[in-house]
């Protein structure tokens, strides 16, 4: 465990003890990540930054992003009476260079004179206490390959017998290695400049004793010293080139030089507004639900890479920068229903590139969830844009990648898809059940668009497809849950070991079995029977339980379609307490109460920012056969007198939809509605969830009052405003009043549990 008292009470809560958040351009093919030692680390190495006259790392584990939701990052340090403010963020120029922007900005807010220290060194990485081959909570670098969106990461190896030289000329200071720029660095106030961090009785770098680094050694040292009078400050900003410039590329360099902060900053701040104003806006009043939303959309937008003519969708620029379609296809299922389909197009575009020649989708080799969600991301695109023309050329990909799958389960001995052995998410040999239940979802949605474009041979092969996998499927799942007591068990083999993964997805993205089907809640009870911190555990072989960030949204989707919304709350919540203070989620490789250390697999994670984003969107708006759901799981924090609930510019596969529910007294709501619903593919019915903390009394759709059966009210198409009246129940102590609740009562049962193993009491010396 870690000590409780890294969470300051003054501070943004963060869960995880070890920050790391990515720096990056919008599109661009590679990014920098601030470390948890507060250096910013390109993979070429990492700008260290030190302050006081003891030179201690500048560093705080709190960090925020601009508004809550804007790339730049920052953090302040009180150091010596001086508060040092570091703000970092990346800009592609005009000549596509990627550049990062360090500003420091230290300020005396004392009423005595003092003196502020900075000190900026560079070294290949920081310290490194695993076995691993990086620095501690660090990507791995250089890698490559030959084919677009595997794993690449720019970078280069440890050379112990590099060069530093620090220039200084005309156009400005520069830190170079082996005759390439590392960093530039501002000129006044005039530092002291350094080839080595320290001197070690004064020789280093003679031609006698050349200096022999180590990899985590500091090299190339600046340092300033400058008095502050009270309320005085001083700024200093930093440049750091994503890729290293060659001291004899006078363009190049000149670029760099030329572009300042603030005008970087200012044209950066333009360009994400611009993109993150558009599309579906949801505002709930909670402001960590609100920004996490915004965010998440950042941090899907700087893992999609734009190179060439290619659009890569990656899941973050850092040990996961590669492509893979299981989590692409949630990336343009978010795309698609928050308003952005010309990127979710984009992605789309890239899945040529990985359909082989028999037909098959396949991104990552022996695993065959791909093949489901690509035909199933490809269908739903069409769903939310309409465009036929897109179905057309997409529909003879969807026939062969039927014809690969008929050939693939004619060979299988269940008929199903290819049993396998791949060490990665269930961890089991066989017949993977996830597998099975998104090959039905891709069939399901290959129909819909043979009928849609009126293919009727297509629909025809395509159901029969359907039909024989179905029967296949229910075979084999009927006799593994009725040995297991109804769970339904990762493969289907019959072994029961394995680890929770595509046996989730009995209800999502598409329902293939009822959604109170016993299999169904059995498969959700045990898991969550399981959960700890309020998250999904997972296990490896071998290794031990971890917690699952976004794995745990799987499940929470299937609750809102099963009507259990409290539960749903509960788990957006716990979702909510593991985020960092810059709204970004992770994968695993934390264990359950322990010490809150993600290692090397390092936030932001995309697929959670997907993920989030359509658990949110779902929350307000969702889609269920021909029956459009509105408000299907609130939390308390979000009604109450005087507070709005707005949701603008929500596209469904019906049309689009905006609403506001405005809450003039704790008694009272009234819901605006905008509907611009398209007459040909127009929801049947709408349903509007009461809150389950709500009691409604009376419920009136444009004067005429409307009946609640089950906690829903069926209203009217083209009904502009709903009128509630409701009363509300008291929540059970399980489930949290908002997000700062559920951040209390996890650092409540925290605090207890480090006390039962260490003795610990907080004090005024130790707090």
Known sequence: MVSPSIDKPSEPFSYPSQSVDEIGAMFAPSAAELTPSGSLYTGFGELMLFNGIDRTELNNRVRTLEQGYLPVVSFTSRKDGIDYTVSFFASTLAD???????????????????????????????????????????????????????????????????????????????????????????????????????????????????????PNTPMATVEYSSPLAPGADLTLDFKVPLIPISAHDVAALAAVRAAAFDMQHTVVIQLWRQQLSSGMQIQTGESKVDDLFRASLTYCLLALNHIGDTWIQTINQFQYHRFYLRDSAD?????????????????????????????????????????????????????????????????????????????????????????TDVRDNEYIPGHLTGYNFLALDGLDSAILMARALGSTADEKHFQSSRDNLHAAFLHQLDAVTNRSGGYIPPALDGDPGGTDWGNLLSLVPEQQLSPFDPRVTATLRRTQGSYAEG????????????????????????????????????????VLVHTTSTNAGWEYSIRPWGNR???????????????????????????????????????????GGGKTLRVTNA????????????????????????????????????LL???????????????????????????????????????????????????????????????????????????????
């Open 96 to 214: 596509g260079q990627t550049v990062n922007f360090v500003r420091v900005r230290a300020s005396n807010p004392g009423a005595t004179r003092r003196t502020a220290f900075l000190t900026a060194s560079w070294s290949f990485t920081g310290r490194q206490t695993t076995t691993f081959p990086t620095g501690d909570n660090r990507f791995r670098r250089p890698l490559s390959s030959a084919l677009a969106g595997d794993f690449h990461q720019p970078g280069e190896e440890f050379r112990p017998d590099s060069a530093y030289t620090i220039e200084h000329n005309a156009d400005g200071n520069a830190a170079l290695r082996d005759s390439r720029v590392i960093f530039l660095f501002p000129q006044h106030p005039q530092p002291a400049v350094s080839a080595s961090y320290r001197d070690y009785y004064n020789r280093s770098g003679g031609s006698d004793d050349p200096a022999r680094p180590l």
């Open 597 to 639: 250390d993600f290692s090397g697999n390092l936030s932001p994670h995309g697929w959670f920012a997907a993920e989030y984003r359509n658990l949110l969107r779902n929350m307000m708006v969702r889609e269920e056969g021909n029956t459009l759901h509105l408000l299907s799981a609130v939390s308390p924090a979000w009604v």
């Open 689 to 767: 969830h009461i809150p389950f903390f709500e009691k409604a009394s009376r419920v009136v759709a444009d004067g005429k009052p409307i009946r609640v059966v089950h906690g829903t009210a069926e209203i009217p198409l083209g009904t502009k405003q709903v009128d509630i009246d409701w009363t509300r129940q008291p929540l059970s102590p399980q489930t949290p009043a908002s997000y700062l609740d559920a951040v209390d009562r996890y650092k409540a049962e925290y605090l207890q549990r480090f006390q039962q193993a260490t003795g610990w009491q907080p004090d005024a010396t130790n707090p």
């Open 331 to 419: 990336f343009v299922r978010m795309y698609d229903t928050t308003g952005h389909p010309d990127l979710a197009a984009k992605v789309l575009d890239f899945y040529g590139t990985r359909q082989t020649n028999d037909g098959n989708f396949v991104s990552q080799p022996g695993q065959y969830d791909g093949w489901g969600l690509a035909v199933w991301s490809i269908v739903e695109h069409y769903r939310i844009t309409h465009d036929r023309t897109y179905a057309e050329r997409m529909l003879p990909r969807i026939r062969s990648a039927v014809n690969w799958l008929d050939t693939a389960t004619a060979r299988d001995p269940l008929h199903l898809l290819p049993a």
């Open 535 to 574: 998250l999904i555990t997972y296990r490896q072989p071998g290794q031990g339980t971890y917690l699952h960030h976004y794995l745990t949204i799987k499940n929470t989707l299937s609750e809102l379609i099963r009507g259990e919304d409290e539960q749903a709350i509960r788990e957006l919540d716990a």
């Open 651 to 686: 596209d469904t596969y019906f049309g689009r939809i905006s609403f506001d529910l405005e809450m003039p007294s704790e008694g009272h709501a009234t819901l605006h509605l905008v509907t611009k619903m398209q007459p040909e593919y127009g929801p049947r019915q709408i």
